[in-house]
């Protein structure tokens, strides 16, 4: 199979090469999935896990990429949930090879049915993104109807996620971001927002719970606005401080079945719109991944067309 891979932990996106790799064969409880579409996240390069086994051994040359939109094309000894021509989605194990090939070996339990009516390349843009936001907000935020939540990169992958599920949630959703970005955050549900370059932050007032994607010192300002017993969630990281009597959660997205489910649901009927910025082919990759300017949402590779 074609695929794209990494050898060199210090070259970085462009390292990224397109190469023949073997098939992959399914293990017990897996399934072999033709890959249409597959997501791809900048930082992963710098992932412990692309670069070794769960045992800390080197695996490289290894393929990232780990969000995965195909058809089921082959089962593994045991595997249940899924049938031969399934369209599927989901993440892929993050110290195995990812979904950025024709073709991949994945859990059976870390994928979802993709509706007939959700593209390949909308359920490719969904699993980390739609998952990290769900989890974040629903999870270990704990966010009911009536609450304020400050989302950070409210234009991202994760932040245009987290903006739609919290307004639908019955928050008040207040986004940050650049100025660019105001006028999509207002537009997929954030109430307020706030140009990080040139308003103030501490102007949004008291927050019942933060979820960020930045860190530093804008987590540290951010703890400042919590309420008393309200929460930090983070991706980025142990969380630096506490907020008043509340919790701070630093936590790195999980596969679950069923909120995948909920999640392409929602795109289904229309209430959760996906935030894809750029489609390569696979021909096209390399280049699309080392992009010369800022995006802004999931870059998004179409293995098949």
Same mark, same amino acid.
């Given at each position: 199979?074609?695929?794209?891979? /990494?050898?060199?932990?210090? +070259? ?29 996240? #900048? ?13 800390? @051994? ?12 195909? /058809? *089921? ?15 599927? =989605? ?10 950025? +090939? ?46 304020? /939540? ?35 955050? @207002? ?5 307020? =927002? ?14 019942? /719970?933060?979820?960020? *994607? ?36 630093? =936590? ?5 079945? +069923? ?31 080392? #992009? ?14």
């Amino acid at each position: 199979m074609r695929a794209i891979v /990494v050898t060199d932990p210090e +070259a970085g996106p462009a390292g990224l090469t397109l190469q023949e790799r073997p098939d992959p064969e399914p293990a017990i409880n897996e399934v072999v999935v033709e890959v249409h579409a597959a997501g791809y996240v #900048p930082t992963e390069l710098g992932w412990p896990s692309t670069w070794v086994d769960r045992r800390g @051994l080197g695996r490289a040359p290894s393929i990232p990429g780990h969000e995965v939109a195909g /058809v *089921v094309t082959a089962l593994g000894y045991g595997t249940t949930g899924l049938s031969l021509g399934e369209r599927v =989605f989901g993440l892929t194990d993050w110290h195995r090879d990812g979904a950025l +090939a024709e073709l991949v070996a994945v859990e059976s339990r870390n994928l979802a049915t993709l509706p007939d009516d959700v593209d390949f390349t909308a359920g490719a843009s969904l699993p980390i993104s739609g998952l990290t936001a769900w989890q974040g907000l629903i999870d270990h935020g704990r966010v009911e109807a009536g609450q304020s /939540v400050l989302v950070h990169g409210a234009a991202g992958a994760v932040g245009t996620m987290a903006i739609q599920l919290a307004r639908e949630l019955g928050a008040h959703v207040v986004g940050t971001g650049r100025a660019a970005d105001r006028q999509k955050a @207002l537009d997929l549900g954030a109430h307020e =927002f706030v140009d990080l370059d040139q308003e103030a932050l501490e102007d949004v007032g008291g927050v019942d /719970v933060v979820l960020d *994607v930045i860190g530093g010192d804008v987590q540290r300002r951010s703890v400042a606005l919590i309420r008393p017993g309200g929460t930090l969630v983070t991706i980025v990281g142990p969380a630096e401080s506490v907020p008043a009597d509340g919790r701070a959660i630093d =936590f790195v997205v999980e596969p679950n079945r +069923a909120q995948l489910g909920e999640i392409a649901q929602r795109v289904q009927d229309g209430r959760l719109r996906t935030n894809v910025a750029r489609v390569a082919g696979l021909d096209d990759a390399v280049a699309a991944l080392n #992009p010369t300017e800022r995006v802004t949402g999931k870059t998004v590779i179409s293995v098949r067309s």
